[in-house]
């Protein structure tokens, strides 16, 4: 068969992106038509791939970044023929149950690597794909080889996460990670020299990548570019200089072929200038083979990699396959229990930062895909272990990670490894600055990846640093995203129990909130179950019928114990229920539930936060000690007795409220 012309096959990519989005009348056909050239260039020239096996671990990865263009993707993995991305679900464009969303989402459609959307995500997330091939090479040879390719947009590059993720990625050197930039010049409100006139690629080359431009409707300079970027000892970005909309007469060029249909006549218009003479959804069976040609292209690649995977050692084989699926050794159960044991039977009065630490010591023996890192509070989170090598520019034998002081580009990288596959990462900051990191974790939460986040600094508990630094309702706003699994553990079996469960969840994130001061231990009897599983647990039983149940969480359950002994000793029958994760809790089957909150006429909850949230366990008229506001900087024992977090406060409101009973 005659070859086919690859503008052509690019125009293939623009008609399914006009009509997709003509038909949803929701959209974004500008980026898909203004990039089809270098898509194209990539898809058939360079990306390593089988369309057959989305799933081949060691497939390049493409990941759009510039999510708003996802008809781009989504006609890309039509065309290349993937199996479950249909002509009928690029018909279904952004409608209900259909595969082609808005925005391309990892765990909806097969061959979306990320979820992208928020713009800076996609390449922030990158970093966390490109870091884990080389690491993951560094353990298993030849079977792991590939690239990750990026293409981003105006908008994802001034975003403030692009330099973070562009500073991690050229220290480290992630040779292997090609951003092309769809450098338009356009963006929402209009041209980009409305609100920026950044020098991207000297920006780049500062942030000690390889970049250059380029004309991003000549593939030939497109593909020479390219294998400069392979070529490179470091990362590369190459601006494409395209037009927004390519084709369309009136509106290319310009902002109005950004995020709207093009209009039954413009669509018309556009697919004249492009000679393409097909009716919607419509391509030619000479296209359509071509493109389908590409998608089996890899397919010897792919068995070329499967001989080499099946070279390795059974042992050595069953664990990359392990790794990959996210199975956990079948180890760790047991390496938490023995903790277990040891922490009640030589108890340790100390932080759950360092309760934390105990805990990683235990996991990294039995767990060798853990990757640790803190955004450069490595001593104030207890994150290193005594065994840490660390990950060093071109260096990838380690796997402790100095992620620097970028919380989100932390946040999102560890959302690329846990992507990727092969590794649980794990990564640590003051709690007060999830906020600093939210966007990639919400994106770890919707998105479903196991990734583990290490806060510590929990509440006002941490002191003399004051109220920047003291988190209030940090808590409350991290238990209220769905899918973020919050623990806020007690003491060192608490905690080694804590981490027992954000290792096993996996599918989706955990944050671990850690104490800076020191903890008495609570927990004084071995339980082979892990206690914290639902969410809460009697840990004092009443004398008797109880007449108060007292819930607390984190440091403030020695509060509650204390407050128990001396409600016990006035008489007033008190319990005692700990509450690591309160969503958790509450997502405990009814009848559960309630065995654990009990029936106890009086309900205090004790935490240094905000009350939100803990009226469904206390009631509107349960009694909340906690915080108002923000706190104060000053010694922590002081500001527990300022703001009345006291055993004292806990008995007085018990003993007022039983009296008028
Ligand atoms: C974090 C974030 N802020 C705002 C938006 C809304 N938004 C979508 S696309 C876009 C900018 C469009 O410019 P560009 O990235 O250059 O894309 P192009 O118009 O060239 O396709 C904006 C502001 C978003 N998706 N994410
Ligand atoms: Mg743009």
Same mark, same amino acid.
């Given at each position: 068969m005659a070859q086919v012309d690859h503008s052509k096959m690019a125009n293939a990519i623009r008609a399914l992106a006009m009509d997709g989005v003509e038909k949803a009348k929701s959209g974004h056909p500008g980026l898909p038509m203004g990039a089809a050239d270098v898509a194209t260039v990539l898809f058939t020239q360079f990306l390593k791939f089988?369309?057959?096996?989305?799933?081949?671990?060691?497939?390049?990865?493409?990941?759009?970044?510039? $999510?708003?263009?996802?008809?781009?993707?989504?006609?890309?993995?039509?065309?290349?023929? +993937?199996? @479950?991305?249909?002509? %009928?679900?690029?018909?279904?464009f952004r409608q209900l149950h259909s595969k082609t969303p808005g925005h391309p989402e990892n765990f909806h459609t097969s061959g979306v690597e990320t979820t992208t959307g928020p713009l800076g995500q996609g390449i922030a997330t990158s970093v966390g794909f490109a870091l884990a091939e080389r690491m993951l090479a560094a353990e298993y040879g030849d079977v792991v080889d590939h690239y990750t390719y990026v293409l981003c947009s105006d908008g994802d590059l001034m975003e403030g996460v692009s330099h973070e993720a562009m500073a991690l990625a050229g220290h480290l050197k992630l040779s292997k990670l090609i951003f092309l930039y769809d450098d338009n010049?356009?963006?929402?409100?209009?041209?980009?020299?409305?609100?920026?006139?950044?020098?991207?690629?000297?920006?780049?080359?500062?942030?000690?990548?390889?970049?250059?431009?380029?004309?991003?409707?000549?593939?030939?300079?497109?593909?020479?570019?390219?294998?400069?970027?392979?070529?490179?000892?470091?990362?590369?970005?190459?601006?494409?200089?395209?037009?927004?909309?390519?084709?369309?007469?009136?509106?290319?060029?310009?902002?109005?072929a950004h995020g709207e249909p093009l209009g039954a006549e413009e669509l018309a218009g556009a697919k004249k200038a492009l000679?393409?003479?097909?009716?919607?959804?419509?391509?030619?069976?000479?296209?359509?083979?071509?493109?389908?040609?590409?998608?089996?292209? $890899?397919a010897s690649a792919h068995a070329d990699w499967t001989k080499r995977f099946e070279a390795l050692p059974d042992d050595k084989r069953a664990e990359f396959t392990r790794r990959n699926d996210h199975v956990r050794p079948a180890a760790m159960e047991d390496a938490i229990r023995q903790l277990k044991k040891k922490l009640v039977d030589e108890p340790q009065t100390v932080a759950t930062r360092k309760a934390s630490e105990l805990a990683l010591e235990a996991l990294v023996q039995v767990v060798p895909e853990m990757v640790i890192g803190s955004a450069d509070l490595t001593p104030s989170n207890n994150t290193r272990t005594k065994s840490a090598i660390e990950v060093k520019p071109g260096d990838f034998k380690g796997r402790y990670i100095?992620?620097?002081?970028? @919380?989100?580009? =932390?946040?999102?990288? =560890?959302?690329?490894?846990?992507?990727?596959?092969?590794?649980?990462?794990?990564?640590?900051?003051?709690?007060c600055f999830t906020d600093y990191a939210r966007p990639a974790m919400r994106?770890?939460?919707?998105?479903?990846?196991?990734?583990?986040?290490?806060?510590?600094?929990?509440?006002? $508990?941490?002191? @003399? %640093?004051?109220?920047?630094?003291?988190?209030?309702?940090?808590?409350?706003?991290?238990?209220?995203?769905p899918n973020m699994r919050v623990f806020r553990p007690a003491d060192t079996v608490e905690t080694?129990?804590?981490?027992?469960?954000?290792?096993?969840?996996? +599918?989706?994130?955990? =944050?671990?909130?850690?104490?800076?001061?020191?903890?008495?231990?609570?927990?004084?009897?071995?339980?082979?179950? +892990?206690?914290c599983a639902a969410g809460g647990y009697e840990l004092i039983a009443a004398k008797g019928k109880a007449a108060v149940s007292i819930f607390a969480s984190g440091s403030e359950v020695e509060i509650a114990v204390a407050a128990q002994k001396q409600l016990a000793d006035k008489g007033i029958a008190t319990r005692v229920v700990s509450v690591p994760s309160l969503e958790l809790l509450l997502e405990q089957p009814? @009848?559960?539930?309630?065995?654990?909150?009990? %029936?106890?006429?009086?309900?205090?909850?004790?935490?240094?936060?905000?009350?939100?949230?803990?009226?469904?366990?206390?009631?509107? %008229?349960?009694?909340?000690?906690?915080?108002?506001?923000?706190?104060?900087?000053a010694p922590a024992k002081e500001l527990y007795k300022l703001f009345g977090i006291t055993a004292e406060a806990v008995v007085e409101a018990a003993t007022s409220k039983h009296n008028a009973a």
């Amino acid at each position: 068969m005659a070859q086919v012309d690859h503008s052509k096959m690019a125009n293939a990519i623009r008609a399914l992106a006009m009509d997709g989005v003509e038909k949803a009348k929701s959209g974004h056909p500008g980026l898909p038509m203004g990039a089809a050239d270098v898509a194209t260039v990539l898809f058939t020239q360079f990306l390593k791939f089988d369309a057959a096996d989305p799933k081949w671990p060691d497939r390049d990865r493409f990941i759009l970044s510039a $999510g708003h263009g996802s008809m781009l993707l989504y006609a890309l993995l039509y065309l290349t023929g +993937n199996k @479950e991305m249909t002509l %009928d679900q690029l018909k279904n464009f952004r409608q209900l149950h259909s595969k082609t969303p808005g925005h391309p989402e990892n765990f909806h459609t097969s061959g979306v690597e990320t979820t992208t959307g928020p713009l800076g995500q996609g390449i922030a997330t990158s970093v966390g794909f490109a870091l884990a091939e080389r690491m993951l090479a560094a353990e298993y040879g030849d079977v792991v080889d590939h690239y990750t390719y990026v293409l981003c947009s105006d908008g994802d590059l001034m975003e403030g996460v692009s330099h973070e993720a562009m500073a991690l990625a050229g220290h480290l050197k992630l040779s292997k990670l090609i951003f092309l930039y769809d450098d338009n010049g356009i963006s929402i409100d209009g041209p980009l020299t409305l609100a920026d006139s950044v020098d991207q690629v000297a920006r780049f080359k500062a942030h000690g990548w390889n970049s250059e431009h380029v004309d991003g409707h000549d593939q030939s300079a497109i593909a020479a570019s390219i294998k400069r970027a392979q070529a490179s000892d470091r990362p590369s970005m190459i601006a494409c200089k395209t037009t927004i909309g390519f084709g369309a007469p009136k509106k290319a060029g310009t902002s109005k072929a950004h995020g709207e249909p093009l209009g039954a006549e413009e669509l018309a218009g556009a697919k004249k200038a492009l000679g393409w003479d097909y009716g919607p959804f419509e391509v030619p069976d000479d296209v359509l083979t071509a493109w389908r040609n590409v998608g089996k292209q $890899g397919a010897s690649a792919h068995a070329d990699w499967t001989k080499r995977f099946e070279a390795l050692p059974d042992d050595k084989r069953a664990e990359f396959t392990r790794r990959n699926d996210h199975v956990r050794p079948a180890a760790m159960e047991d390496a938490i229990r023995q903790l277990k044991k040891k922490l009640v039977d030589e108890p340790q009065t100390v932080a759950t930062r360092k309760a934390s630490e105990l805990a990683l010591e235990a996991l990294v023996q039995v767990v060798p895909e853990m990757v640790i890192g803190s955004a450069d509070l490595t001593p104030s989170n207890n994150t290193r272990t005594k065994s840490a090598i660390e990950v060093k520019p071109g260096d990838f034998k380690g796997r402790y990670i100095h992620y620097g002081i970028r @919380e989100m580009g =932390m946040a999102a990288a =560890m959302n690329g490894i846990a992507l990727h596959g092969g590794f649980i990462p794990a990564g640590a900051t003051f709690m007060c600055f999830t906020d600093y990191a939210r966007p990639a974790m919400r994106i770890s939460a919707l998105a479903q990846i196991p990734v583990i986040y290490i806060m510590t600094h929990d509440s006002i $508990g941490l002191g @003399e %640093d004051g109220p920047t630094h003291q988190p209030v309702e940090h808590l409350a706003a991290m238990r209220a995203m769905p899918n973020m699994r919050v623990f806020r553990p007690a003491d060192t079996v608490e905690t080694a129990e804590c981490w027992q469960l954000a290792m096993e969840k996996t +599918n989706g994130p955990t =944050m671990l909130a850690l104490s800076r001061q020191n903890l008495t231990p609570v927990r004084t009897t071995h339980h082979d179950d +892990n206690l914290c599983a639902a969410g809460g647990y009697e840990l004092i039983a009443a004398k008797g019928k109880a007449a108060v149940s007292i819930f607390a969480s984190g440091s403030e359950v020695e509060i509650a114990v204390a407050a128990q002994k001396q409600l016990a000793d006035k008489g007033i029958a008190t319990r005692v229920v700990s509450v690591p994760s309160l969503e958790l809790l509450l997502e405990q089957p009814e @009848e559960r539930q309630k065995a654990i909150i009990g %029936d106890a006429p009086i309900k205090i909850a004790v935490e240094a936060a905000v009350r939100f949230g803990w009226d469904a366990v206390i009631g509107h %008229d349960g009694t909340f000690i906690g915080m108002k506001g923000f706190g104060s900087s000053a010694p922590a024992k002081e500001l527990y007795k300022l703001f009345g977090i006291t055993a004292e406060a806990v008995v007085e409101a018990a003993t007022s409220k039983h009296n008028a009973a």
